[in-house]
């Protein structure tokens, strides 16, 4: 037993000599980096520290990461300094703020202390998609500790391929990332950095062998050693040719020799190795060494000398002993750490796991029972597939959840964190994976889910629950050339319900009709609430018109049937419009949009009926509005719509100081489709958002091209209450414009007077939002919505936008008075004012005369699309010069 220990101890420090040279690589390095770090390293040093770590482990760049908490008390890791610095700051928007929360495995891996070394191909995807936007090909980040508390991390990037890291690489950084660590925080960074240096320096020095040949006297015939190893030998007052012909205790400490003595009759009569272990007090400190003692023939055969190869395992020693310290830290952890076998067998175990069974046994050995043995049959193929592709090398970790089985009998859910680990030679020798319970937070998910596509009320699906299946279904219809029918389905007069019996009583009248409903439809159907009083129908699969038309009846049969209320009898009616795939629309979007407007028909015709958009042929102008609807529909979804835009021209010297985009639509059969018709339609479609993000991303990069021209002018942009009161709405605006380089004073924000005075109090908490955020707030169509001055006076704006229909007024008396007003307010109320319609020369000079500023109508410009527009911006309107300009000059 004993030899094969030594033999084995021995064989373990040969494969740490390859480690050990590679740290020699990255002590120069590290004293450059050292010396910064005690310097009180500023940004440059930093930036100079990062070069190092670059330069020296050959990859594409380095950057520093540091915690910090954002607006909302998140913890995020935000880009400190980066070698080599990006050509434009915008390149590296991505990485200036990286919200943990967002990325699970860079925040699990970092916050246990562990490094997270991986390819791009083998990151999640939130990961993935934030490394892939740089072009990087390799990810490895080291977690930066004080006081077992994470204090950032070392980004590695290599771009592009994989680079490979040998241990001894990782453990030279790691420390590298300790002394960073300990500089951050400010206190024993010199302690800290003297003891990383000092322990490098021993472990270079280890990397030597100390080689003593001796006669069976003891006395020392030939010594091999460097100079490292010189205090060894009496306090280093003897050389290595001093030593030579001393006795052991003469020569050598007294416990060096001492174990040497011991060992050499053993090595003498037995002709094989034995191995000695002593340790050496030396410069105040004690050392640990391992020896292997051979016996070999003498010079003049007569006798056998004793080769004694000695090495410093002090290092090793305290590496054990630092595992032995962080396996006892991760058995105080409440995720449990296992270890298993290439197979899936358990092999080691943290004390958490018997937490998770529910048993009290001490952790430690376990018998080498499968893993999936604790676990859910029914989830033990997929964990052993899981399993079986770690060890074959095919992914470095996964990331799977089953049912563990408790003491009790009942089964917690665990998500388990697995990793490969590799030897020296790349083979999977084994796998660890973290187990945490995640019982709770499952079946929280597992309700969001549910609320998330179910309706609450109804718990029938909702509306992102039944595209999902649409789409499936007409997947499956294209591959077996098989119909689809949708129908939207309207209660007649549910209003007359709440206003006379209640809400209570409507939510009650709802339940019962949604599953009357569900009853005659089959097990494939779905049924949905759509919102309201409507809910939609998907017959996926459906045989023939003939079968879809008598569900049609059932659904408007079952409804009829009459309900009791609180004792009230209540009879229902239903109107309902039907469209078919592929005979009436070839995408889920054009089908919903055509059987929505083909129940608007049904109810226009007198409710309490079924509509198919097939029966309309005869009826071209409904027909007709419903194609135009779903056309709309498309041209959306394609973002076809175009924008164009119209100037505001500063009335003092003709240039134009802004331009207001401006929706535009060419349908291929209509021609071009007044923004009067289609904006309206976009409204009832639910589609207005949608439109009015396109116009402003169209807006924000014809606006930056013209700004990186050199034109100093704002963009004007409407925005509905959809937009107005998205989620984050402030939040995503501002982080678009950044996008583009631009600057929320750059946008000039319109709302319509309308829309504005909706709800006072609501509408100037959300505008205040986007003040503070630094937008310009304008209020469009301004006296059409009859404000009142104390309104005015609560809303945080910057401008009002006369309304055209004032304009087109001025040739009369009482035109001009209104007008004169509304312009006198605006000043009193120190806003700004834009006057829109302005079409002659004659309202134009009206208007100058008023003190009016900045116009906008035809009388300057049309809108046009953004190539004439910068014709426009090169040169001050001519031929007004003597009439308008000069005059208000």
């Not at 404000?787 to 229909?805: E, N, R, V």
Request: proline share 4%.
């Amino acid at each position: 037993m004993s030899k094969r220990h030594t033999f084995d101890e021995v064989k373990a420090l040969d494969d740490t000599t390859a480690e050990l040279d590679l740290y020699k690589r990255y002590l120069v390095a590290l004293g450059a980096i050292t010396g910064l770090l005690l310097e009180d390293a500023g940004e440059q040093d930093w930036t100079e520290i990062l070069r190092l770590l670059a330069e020296t482990t050959h990859i594409g760049s380095c950057a520093l990461f540091l915690n910090q908490r954002d607006e909302a008390g998140r913890l995020c890791a935000r880009l400190d300094a980066i070698w080599p610095a990006a050509s434009q700051p915008s390149d590296l928007s991505p990485l200036h703020e990286l919200c943990y929360e967002d990325y699970p495995m860079l925040s699990d891996t970092l916050h246990v202390g562990m490094v997270l070394e991986r390819s791009l191909t083998d990151l999640p995807p939130a990961e993935y998609k934030l490394f892939s936007r740089q072009d990087i090909g390799s990810v490895m980040a080291i977690p930066l500790q004080v006081g077992g508390e994470l204090q950032g991390f070392l980004g590695f990037f290599c771009q592009p391929g994989k680079r490979a890291w040998l241990p001894a690489e990782i453990n030279a950084l790691c420390g590298m990332a300790n002394g960073v660590a300990l500089a951050l925080a400010g206190k024993r960074a010199e302690d800290g950095l003297h003891t990383s240096e000092t322990r490098l320096r021993a472990l270079v020095g280890a990397t030597e062998d100390i080689v003593i040949e001796y006669d069976v006297k003891g006395t020392i015939l030939n010594l091999w050693a460097d100079g490292a190893s010189r205090p060894l030998f009496h306090a280093g007052e003897f050389t290595e040719a001093d030593v030579v012909g001393r006795p052991l205790d003469q020569a050598l400490p007294a416990e060096m020799a001492q174990a040497m003595s011991a060992a050499t009759p053993a090595a003498l009569a037995n002709g094989d190795n034995e191995t000695v272990k002593f340790s050496v007090s030396c410069a105040g400190e004690d050392r640990h060494y391992l020896g292997r003692l051979q016996s070999i023939p003498s010079d003049n055969g007569q006798f056998r000398n004793v080769v004694a190869l000695l090495r410093d395992v002090t290092e090793l020693r305290r590496e054990e002993a630092n595992q032995q310290t962080m396996l006892d830290t991760l058995d105080l952890l409440q995720e449990a750490i296992v270890d298993l076998s290439p197979d899936g067998r358990l092999l080691h175990v943290s004390a958490a796991w018997n937490k998770l069974l529910g048993v009290a046994d001490a952790p430690g050995a376990v018998p080498e029972q499968r893993l999936s043995h604790y676990i859910h049959p029914d989830d033990a193929a997929l964990l052993e597939a899981t399993i079986a592709t770690l060890a074959s090398g095919g992914k470095n970790s996964e990331v799977t959840r089953f049912r563990l089985e408790h003491k009790d009998g009942h089964h917690i859910w665990v998500e388990a964190r697995l990793l490969g680990h590799r030897s020296p030679r790349g083979e999977i020798t084994g796998l660890r994976g973290i187990l945490r319970d995640i019982t709770s937070s499952y079946l929280q998910e597992k309700r969001i889910a549910q609320l998330a596509l179910h309706d609450a009320l109804t718990e029938l699906p909702n509306r992102i629950l039944l595209e999902e299946h649409l789409n499936q279904a007409i997947a499956r219809a294209q591959r077996s050339a098989a119909k689809v029918a949708l129908g939207f389905i309207d209660l007649d007069h549910f209003k007359h319900i709440n206003d006379t019996l209640g809400h209570k009583a409507g939510d009650t009248v709802l339940v019962t009709l949604s599953r009357r409903l569900q009853s005659v439809l089959r097990e494939i159907d779905t049924l949905s609430r759509w919102g309201g009083d409507e809910f939609v129908v998907l017959l996926p699969d459906a045989d023939s018109d003939a079968h879809i038309r008598a569900v049609a009846e059932r659904l408007r049969d079952a409804a009829r049937q009459s309900i009791d209320v609180d004792g009230i009898e209540t009879k229902l009616t239903i109107s309902i419009g039907f469209a078919i795939y592929p005979d009436d629309a070839d995408s889920p979007e054009a089908l919903m949009s055509v059987a929505d407007h083909t129940m608007f028909h049904a109810k226009n015709v007198g409710r309490n009926n079924v509509q198919f958009f097939q029966d309309l042929q005869n009826k071209g102008l409904d027909r007709e509005n419903v194609l135009l609807q779903t056309r709309l529909n498309r041209a959306i979804h394609d973002r076809l719509l175009q924008v164009f835009y119209q100037p505001v021209v500063d009335a003092r010297n003709g240039r134009v100081v802004a331009f207001e985009a401006l929706a535009r639509w060419h349908d291929d059969q209509n021609g071009w489709v007044a923004p009067s018709v289609f904006v309206p339609l976009a409204e009832h479609l639910g589609l207005i958002h949608e439109l009015g993000e396109q116009v402003f991303d169209h807006a924000l990069q014809r606006l930056d091209a013209w700004r990186s021209q050199g034109h100093d002018i704002q963009m004007a942009v409407n925005i509905s209450r959809p937009q107005l009161f998205a989620p984050n709405f402030v939040g995503d605006l501002s982080a678009k414009v950044a996008s583009y380089g631009l600057a929320p004073q750059d946008i000039i924000l319109e709302i319509t007077e309308s829309v504005a005075l909706l709800d006072i109090a609501y509408e100037s908490e959300r505008l205040a939002e986007l003040t503070q955020a630094g937008f310009s707030i304008a209020i469009d169509d301004f006296g059409t919505g009859h404000s009142a001055l104390s309104q005015l006076h609560q809303m945080p704006i910057d401008m009002l936008k006369i309304d055209a229909s004032f304009t087109s007024r001025l040739d009369t008396e009482d035109g001009q008075r209104i007008v004169q007003a509304i312009v006198q307010m605006a000043d009193a109320l120190k806003l700004g004012m834009v006057v829109e319609g302005v079409e002659t020369l004659e309202a134009a000079n009206y208007l100058k005369g008023l003190g009016v500023i900045h116009m906008q109508g035809f009388f300057f410009s049309d809108a046009v699309p953004g190539g004439i527009c910068e014709m426009l911006m090169q040169q001050p309107f001519s031929g007004l010069e003597s009439d308008i300009f000069a005059a208000v000059e």
